[in-house]
């Protein structure tokens, strides 16, 4: 389950914990280009640099993105100390470093993260581990990172976060979000802030269980048989309804109301 939302491009600790983002009105950001760039505007491409120590994964990831994003240019490197003999001529706009095992997603996080950010300028830095535990997402947030993506994730949700955070979003699985705010302690013994039972319309509720589980608008509007224009106009609607300020909020403050339909 996954969902997107608004959030300014530096993270805020004390405001935006529970926040994952994008626009409101597209998670997934399409259409970053309509076309394959030609070889007259390579220089414009954005250069995504998969850095793993994990040969098959690496290689299976950058094939996957080159076949996914012509928009993007892929390069891989085996570590951190390799991509960064190459910050000079090679440089990156997005690095995606990735790690398995807890041990090793807590160095990425801890170490590398700071590296990578200090080695480049305006380089945006993607997480990608098999952990999913909560803390370790948002301690990346908190770090620099423009997001962070578990290996559970279908690959054209990990390609969607990639290009939410290449037109200056951030991204993080909802399903995170709502384990951190259900274990904080500012929300102990707290009443949940939910929407009035039967606010929304069937057609919102089936809109809004689909936004639960992370589908992108195209998605639902494919199994709605809608057109995305009209999920838009549904999600704007729920927000404005129960005076949510983006689509994680949305989710949040409706998960009562879901639980109870």
């Known amino acids: 389950m996954n969902a997107f939302s608004p959030v300014s491009s530096s993270f805020t600790p004390a405001i935006e914990p529970v926040l994952a983002l994008s626009s409101e009105n597209d998670y997934l950001a399409p259409g970053v280009q309509t076309r394959a760039p ?6 414009s491409t954005t250069t995504i640099a998969v850095i793993s120590p994990n040969n098959f994964f690496r290689t299976c990831l950058t ?12 390069r891989s490197y085996n570590n951190l100390d390799e991509w960064l003999e190459n910050t000079g001529s090679d440089s990156a ?19 590398d ?6 080695a480049a300028n305006r380089v945006r830095v993607i997480v990608v581990s098999d952990s999913d535990r909560p803390d370790l ?27 939410l955070v ?23 013994g707290a009443k949940p802030d939910a929407p009035v039972p039967g606010v929304f319309t069937g057609r919102q ?12 608008n195209k998605i639902i509007a494919y199994k709605m048989s809608m057109s995305e ?15 949510a300020n983006n689509r994680t909020e949305l989710v949040c403050k409706s998960n009562a109301l879901l639980n109870a339909a």
Do not use: Y
């Not at 030609?38 to 220089?43: E, G, H, L, Y």
């Open 38 to 43: 030609s070889s007259n505007v390579a220089a």
């Open 93 to 111: 706009n997005i690095v995606l470093l990735c790690a398995t095992g807890q041990k090793a997603t807590e160095t990425v996080v801890q170490q």
């Open 63 to 74: 094939r996957c993105l080159k076949e996914m994003g012509q928009e993007f240019g892929i």
């Open 113 to 118: 993260l700071k590296t990578a950010l200090e």
């Open 205 to 216: 509720l089936e809109v809004l269980k689909h936004l639960r589980i992370g589908d992108p």
């Open 229 to 243: 224009a009209t999920v838009k106009i549904h999600v704007r609607n729920m927000m404005r309804k129960i005076k």
């Open 166 to 188: 290449n037109v200056g979003g951030t991204f993080i699985p909802v399903t995170s979000l709502m384990s951190l705010r259900s274990t904080s302690p500012s929300n102990a």
């Open 137 to 163: 997402m948002m301690g990346a947030l908190e770090k620099g990172a423009r997001g962070f993506v578990p290996m559970s994730l279908d690959l054209e949700v990990f390609f969607g976060a990639i290009k």
